[in-house]
Nanobody
Framework: QVQLVESGGGLVQAGGSLRLSCAAS????????MGWFRQAPGKEREFVAA????????YHADSVKGRFTISRDKAKNTVYLQMNSLRPEDTAVYYC????????????????WGQGTQVTVSS
């Protein structure tokens, strides 16, 4: 069992930055691939970024490429999402998730989810 707790969300002006954190508990966190997803009101949950269990491979959605960066610190059992140049369309609840095998963009393949953290970008 893995518990995930997101933090770092908030209200920011367009062009600003936020860093989201996802703290994990569970003995084998270090072997899980991790992902960030987001869901805006009235929209489907969408993939944002993923990182392999080694941290050596990452993938970012086209909509955030060049602005957001996923990373992980195995010693701290934490995954981060650095978000720069934020836009109003980035407003959503952001979720981190972990999966026990493979890695990628498919939300249905993730086994554990956090409760989410709200990010609001004002224009």
């Amino acid at each position: 069992q893995v518990q995930l707790v997101e933090s770092g969300g908030g209200l920011v002006q367009a062009g600003g930055s936020l860093r989201l954190s996802c703290a994990a508990s569970g003995r084998i966190f270090s072997s899980y691939a991790m992902g960030w997803f987001r869901q805006a009101p009235g929209k489907e949950r969408e993939f944002v970024a993923a990182i392999s269990w080694t941290g050596g491979s990452t993938y970012h959605a086209d909509s955030v490429k060049g602005r957001f960066t996923i990373s992980r610190d195995k010693a701290k059992n934490t995954v981060y999402l650095q978000m720069n140049s934020l836009r109003p369309e980035d407003t959503a609840v952001y979720y981190c998730a972990s999966r026990t095998s493979g890695w990628g963009i498919d939300a249905t393949a993730y086994d554990y989810w956090g409760q989410g953290t709200q990010v609001t970008v004002s224009s």
